[in-house]
């Protein structure tokens, strides 16, 4: 610990070939024990393979493990694999406190982070998925009304406006927290619209249930961190955390990272959406009884300028195709790509120095739980 930060440029990566390159050189270089997952089906732009890959530092057969993904929603992936590489560089060589290992799960939606999109191959929000597929999927009745004002058929400023109008007038009508909700929280009717969680497990999600059920079989005690980019001021960090309120498990996240950090969050100032199908549920499932305390962690870009930045990533993917602009095209996507994960130096140093004390915070604060 109280190693210099380093250099930002070398812990960011330009895509995704080049991210998991560099973390598993890192992390066989800390002598991790490495694992892959290769997709069976999906490629990367230029026709090679997409993993997630795996790196477990420390005993393996340790009673308290570090869990941090990066990649859930893809694109985001380069903020969550720069902590990971920057922790590996400064503290990936330093002994762990006794009894504790560490996990890393590199690019859990390989698809998606390749492909800069955030969501899978099947364009299923991978943190909508981890629901109960055998029963029936949470309702979400007003999402079918809003879905033709979130995705035009043509990006231009005079359909955005008059989806613009459209949103306005159901939060008039119904408040701007159930718009929220109608937006964020998950549906399980349109596949081609936002927060999407699909119709059964993604490869991903059997993907990471794997993992736990390899490399967490011996953990009692789970310290849990998910890697996000969107909500938030700037730069700074936004805690979701998703243990229940009273619980033990929240009472360690916050004395991990200060209950101002973590209670009572309003991620854009609104109640928070009552969020289906989380990469976190599907952990705590994974795990059983054994006790999880974590959060998801954002790094803030646009803040509630992040909706159309949303609905963004489902026009290129759906719309854009009816009526190709290769430049227009190109605008967008770079304006896709800039609005989760900005070129900025001031936002990427924010990310690897604010990146690394929660992950020093979390492992720190394991070890004495």
Same mark, same amino acid.
């Given at each position: 610990?109280? =190693?210099?930060?380093? *250099?930002?440029?070398?812990?960011?990566?330009? *895509?995704?070939?080049?991210?998991?390159?560099?973390?598993?050189?890192?992390?066989? $270089?800390?002598?991790?024990?490495?694992?892959?997952?290769?997709?069976?089906?999906?490629?990367?732009? =230029?026709?090679?393979?997409?993993?997630?890959? #795996?790196?477990?530092?420390?005993?393996?057969?340790?009673?308290?493990?570090?869990?941090?993904?990066?990649?859930?929603?893809?694109?985001?992936?380069?903020?969550?694999?720069?902590? =990971?590489?920057?922790?590996?560089?400064?503290?990936?060589?330093?002994?762990?406190?006794?009894?504790? @290992?560490?996990?890393?799960?590199?690019?859990?939606?390989?698809?998606?982070?390749?492909?800069?999109? /955030?969501?899978?191959?099947? @364009? &299923? *929000?991978?943190?909508?998925?981890?629901?109960?597929?055998?029963?029936?999927?949470?309702? @979400?009745?007003?999402?079918?009304?809003?879905?033709?004002?979130?995705?035009? /058929?043509?990006?231009?400023?005079?359909?955005?406006?008059?989806?613009?109008?459209?949103?306005? /007038?159901?939060?008039?009508?119904?408040? $701007?927290?159930?718009?929220?909700? #109608?937006?964020?929280?998950?549906?399980?009717?349109?596949?081609?619209?936002?927060?999407?969680?699909?119709?059964?497990?993604?490869?991903?999600?059997?993907?990471? /249930?794997?993992?736990?059920?390899?490399?967490?079989?011996?953990?009692?005690?789970?310290?849990?961190?998910?890697?996000?980019?969107?909500?938030?001021?700037?730069?700074?960090?936004?805690?979701?955390?998703?243990?229940?309120?009273?619980?033990?498990?929240?009472?360690?996240?916050?004395?991990?990272?200060?209950?101002?950090?973590?209670?009572?969050?309003?991620?854009?100032?609104?109640?928070?959406?009552?969020?289906?199908?989380?990469?976190?549920?599907?952990?705590?499932?994974?795990?059983?009884?054994?006790?999880?305390?974590?959060?998801? &962690?954002?790094?803030?870009?646009?803040?509630? =300028?992040?909706?159309?930045?949303?609905?963004?990533?489902?026009?290129?993917?759906?719309?854009?195709?009816?009526?190709?602009?290769?430049?227009?095209?190109?605008?967008?996507?770079?304006?896709?790509?800039?609005?989760?994960?900005?070129?900025?130096?001031?936002?990427?140093?924010?990310? #690897?120095?604010?990146?690394?004390?929660?992950?020093?915070?979390?492992?720190?604060?394991?070890?004495?739980?």
């Amino acid at each position: 610990m109280g =190693q210099p930060l380093p *250099d930002y440029w070398s812990c960011f990566s330009a *895509d995704y070939a080049a991210a998991r390159a560099a973390f598993v050189a890192a992390a066989a $270089a800390r002598g991790a024990a490495l694992s892959r997952h290769e997709h069976p089906t999906a490629k990367d732009p =230029q026709g090679r393979p997409l993993t997630v890959d #795996v790196a477990v530092l420390g005993r393996p057969g340790a009673a308290r493990t570090h869990l941090a993904i990066s990649g859930t929603h893809g694109l985001e992936g380069a903020a969550g694999s720069a902590v =990971q590489l920057a922790w590996l560089q400064v503290d990936g060589g330093l002994p762990l406190p006794d009894d504790v @290992n560490v996990v890393l799960v590199h690019a859990l939606n390989p698809y998606g982070y390749a492909n800069d999109t /955030r969501t899978t191959e099947n @364009n &299923v *929000d991978l943190n909508r998925n981890f629901i109960d597929h055998t029963q029936p999927a949470p309702a @979400n009745p007003h999402y079918a009304t809003l879905h033709p004002h979130l995705i035009p /058929r043509h990006w231009t400023e005079a359909e955005l406006e008059a989806g613009a109008q459209a949103l306005e /007038r159901f939060r008039q009508e119904h408040g $701007a927290d159930a718009l929220f909700n #109608v937006t964020a929280s998950g549906q399980y009717t349109h596949p081609d619209g936002l927060v999407y969680g699909g119709r059964g497990p993604e490869w991903s999600n059997r993907t990471l /249930r794997r993992i736990v059920d390899e490399h967490l079989g011996a953990s009692e005690r789970v310290a849990f961190i998910d890697w996000h980019t969107g909500i938030g001021e700037y730069g700074e960090p936004f805690f979701l955390c998703f243990n229940p309120d009273g619980s033990a498990e929240q009472a360690q996240a916050a004395a991990w990272w200060g209950a101002d950090r973590v209670l009572g969050q309003r991620p854009h100032g609104m109640a928070r959406p009552d969020y289906q199908g989380l990469v976190f549920r599907g952990v705590q499932q994974a795990l059983g009884d054994r006790p999880l305390a974590g959060a998801v &962690v954002e790094f803030g870009t646009r803040g509630p =300028q992040m909706r159309p930045a949303l609905r963004l990533d489902q026009w290129l993917r759906f719309q854009a195709c009816a009526a190709p602009d290769a430049a227009r095209d190109a605008q967008l996507r770079a304006d896709l790509i800039d609005a989760f994960v900005p070129v900025s130096s001031v936002w990427r140093r924010n990310v #690897v120095a604010h990146g690394l004390q929660i992950t020093r915070q979390a492992i720190s604060g394991l070890a004495a739980w």
